[in-house]
Each structure stands twice: as structure tokens, then as C-alpha cells.
């Protein structure tokens, strides 16, 4: 990007604390991807909770197996700002490329305690999202997510909560389909003919 084609990665880092620069910087650290990432990693423990949150944000698309745990343990930091980067970052999946997405066994837990009890109205949403990619799985997501639906005093968290309960549109949309039930071998031998493109379909001789 015009303007900092020579600057360095930690340079281009910092850069994300600075509001006029911190756009440009951020679009140029994810030009660089994987070339960037190791900067970008030491930038989760910025002085700065802007560069933090930037961080987060562009470990959202560049995130690694070597930086996943890091990027988990952001959930956790002293800013608000922070904290939602982290949670958004590690329950979307769209951006991760080929990079699997955290497992319950190492997101869920802090995603409920953020749910239940963060201070930040923003943060305890994006753990509502974190929290709902696992309803279908564990039975402590839907009741957290239950809960926060009908008693959390931000109507943007109550909302956000009951689209991922019981009969809420996210909940719908992602529940597991039935298992289509398998065609009878006449069927399979029918649709088989069809494939190899004859047209039309023999009758086998009832047994």
C-alpha cells in the first residue's frame, strides 16, 4: 500500500494504535498475511489496547495452529474493546480459511463465563455468538444462552441470545438434518442407469 511499502511489520503494528494511520496499517498487515503474522502476535501484548483489538481483528483472517491459543487467552483482557476483537475473531469461521475453528473444549468455558457475567454489554454478545456454535452440542450452551435471552439487562444481548435458542432463526438454520434414508437397491439400480446416461430407467423383474 502506497506509503508504507518499506515499513517493517512492527512498525506497521503500532501503527494500529494511531487513529490516522490505523486503517491503512491494518489493510496492509493483511496484504502481507502469513509474512506478518509473527509481528502481529507480539502485538497482542501491545501497550496499546487499540493495536490489541487491531491484532485480534487480523488474526481473524490470518490466525494460525500456533496462534489460536493466544488469540483465545485475549478473550480475557483488562479492555472491552479487546475482548470483543477476541470473541469475534474466534467465533467466526467464514475467515479462517483453511485453519479449523476452535473446539468446544477450548472456547466454550470461557465463552459461558464472558455470557454470564462480563460488564461489557458488547462482549457478552459476541459470546452469545461463540456460545451458540455449540447448541446443537452441549447442553450448557442453550441453557447459558436461555438464560441470557430472558435476563440480561442489554435488549441488543437479550436479541442476539435468543436467536441461537430453541425455536430462535439461528438455532433453526443450523440444526442437524435428519439422515436421509437410504434407497432401496432397485431405487440405487435405477438411478445408476440414469447416470450412465441411458435415459431411462429398466424394471427389475419382481423377485
Given at each position: ?96 480459511g483453511d485453519i479449523c475453528?476452535?473446539?468446544a473444549a477450548e472456547v ?100
Amino acid at each position: 500500500m502506497l506509503g508504507f511499502a518499506r515499513t517493517g511489520n512492527e512498525a506497521l503494528v503500532s501503527c494500529l494504535g494511531d487513529p490516522q494511520r490505523a486503517v491503512a496499517a491494518y489493510h496492509e498487515l493483511l496484504r502481507r498475511g502469513r509474512d506478518a503474522v509473527a509481528e502481529i502476535r507480539i502485538g497482542l501484548h501491545h501497550e496499546n489496547p487499540a493495536v490489541r483489538a487491531g491484532c485480534c481483528r487480523l488474526l481473524d483472517h490470518l490466525v494460525d495452529t500456533d496462534s489460536m491459543g493466544q488469540l483465545i487467552a485475549m478473550a480475557d483482557d483488562p479492555d472491552a474493546r479487546v475482548r470483543t476483537a477476541a470473541f469475534h475473531a474466534l467465533a467466526c469461521d467464514r475467515c479462517k480459511g483453511d485453519i479449523c475453528a476452535p473446539g468446544a473444549a477450548e472456547v466454550l468455558e470461557p465463552a459461558l463465563q464472558h455470557l454470564a457475567s462480563d460488564p461489557d454489554a458488547h462482549v457478552r454478545a459476541m459470546a452469545a455468538e461463540l456460545v451458540g456454535k455449540f447448541v446443537h452440542a452441549d447442553g450448557r450452551a442453550v441453557t447459558a444462552l436461555a438464560t441470557s435471552h430472558a435476563q440480561d439487562p442489554s435488549p441488543v444481548v437479550r436479541k442476539k441470545a435468543g436467536w441461537f435458542t430453541p425455536g430462535g432463526a439461528i438455532y433453526q438454520r443450523t440444526a442437524p438434518r435428519a439422515p436421509r434414508q437410504r434407497d432401496s437397491p432397485n431405487q440405487a439400480i435405477r438411478d445408476w442407469t440414469r447416470e450412465k446416461g441411458t435415459g431411462r430407467a429398466f424394471r427389475l423383474p419382481k423377485p
